[in-house]
């Protein structure tokens, strides 16, 4: 892979996944690819899991890593061209790409929507413009509409734990938050599962409430509800996950009650699994019960990113 922004980057997601468990076997099996080569990691807005998992991961191939904070230690960044930078902007991202493409072999980039413009946040202009200026391979470690390296660990850890002789039923299910989230992680989910679904790997459902509909784009193939206990039975996995609304763009809309996942509601289903991605607001978006109880898999899961990132970065150097 020259870069990482979407499953549409990706050849064989079967392979990457087998690729990610190989991985987690013999961790170290390939430390001599990443020697003198450097990653930088280059945040505009906070992470925990994407930063530690993708540097242990660069790590543990042999790689230096380096770690920007853009929003903490940088300049503040001006991306439209043709403008005099006489306002709050210091520096353009011209340059400040094709800088960070000097000192690095790898970049990886994290920036969030700004929730106001569903265009400009679709339209991924930062990050497109980050990947044409600096120069090297980009691996995204999330942008304003997807988050592929969560979406692969989820796909790994579907892979890990599924047991049937049968294609597992996998729901993505709308939860309660207090404020407005993008729709990347949700996004990412679902594309990745569709790819998944058209292989013939599983069956994809979506159950959300009226209004919370993602962009088609990124739902091809996958079964929409608005009911969830009918979305909910027989299900193998529970990936659950806020998002605000994209038809009214990054709002918070009215929603019937019941919609946080319970061990109640897991009755109806194949003694599903829960997933989420993290952070998760306890007894809101996710019940402690669920969280605390046999059937989550949200730690596993986490773990999972390290050998997500690993084999994404692996493929990434082997290209170079």
Not at 21 to 47: C, I, M, R
Not at 150 to 177: R, Y
Request: proline share 4%; with cysteine.
């Amino acid at each position: 892979m020259k870069q990482f922004t979407s499953v549409n980057d990706v050849e064989d997601i079967s392979q990457l996944v087998a690729a990610a468990l190989a991985l987690k076997e013999s961790p170290y099996a390939h430390q001599d690819l990443g020697k003198n080569k450097t990653l930088g990691l280059v945040f505009l807005n906070p992470s925990l899991r994407t930063r530690l998992s993708t540097q242990k991961a660069a790590l543990n191939l042999g790689m230096n890593v380096m770690v920007m904070n853009m929003d903490k230690e940088g300049w503040a960044l001006e991306t439209q061209d043709g403008v005099v930078m006489n306002g709050t902007t210091v520096e353009h991202i011209r340059e400040a790409a094709a800088v960070m493409g000097q000192y690095c072999d790898v970049l990886g980039l994290r920036s969030f929507p700004k929730l106001i413009s569903r265009d400009e946040d679709y339209n991924e202009d930062f990050f497109n413009k980050f990947i044409q200026y600096c120069g090297v391979p980009v691996v995204s470690l999330e942008s304003a509409t997807r988050h592929p390296l969560q979406s692969l660990a989820d796909l790994v850890t579907i892979k890990e734990t599924w047991k049937g002789t049968t294609k597992p039923k996998v729901v993505l299910a709308w939860a309660p938050h207090i404020k407005a989230l993008p729709q990347a992680v949700p996004n990412s989910f679902s594309e990745w599962m569709c790819r998944a679904q058209a292989e013939g790997m599983l069956d994809f459902t979506i159950v959300q409430p009226k209004g919370y509909e993602l962009n088609e784009d990124f739902t091809p193939g996958a079964h929409i509800s608005h009911n969830i206990d009918e979305a909910l039975k027989d299900a193998d996995y529970i990936y659950v996950k806020n998002w605000s609304s994209y038809k009214e763009y990054g709002k918070v809309l009215t929603y019937p009650e019941g919609w946080m996942l319970t061990n109640e509601r897991l009755k109806v289903t194949n003694d599903a699994k829960v997933m989420h991605c993290l952070p998760v607001r306890r007894d809101l978006e996710l019940s402690s019960e669920v969280l605390d109880g046999p059937n989550s898999l949200v730690i596993q899961e986490a773990g999972n990113r390290l050998w997500a990132a690993q084999a994404v970065l692996k493929d990434v150097l082997e290209s170079l």
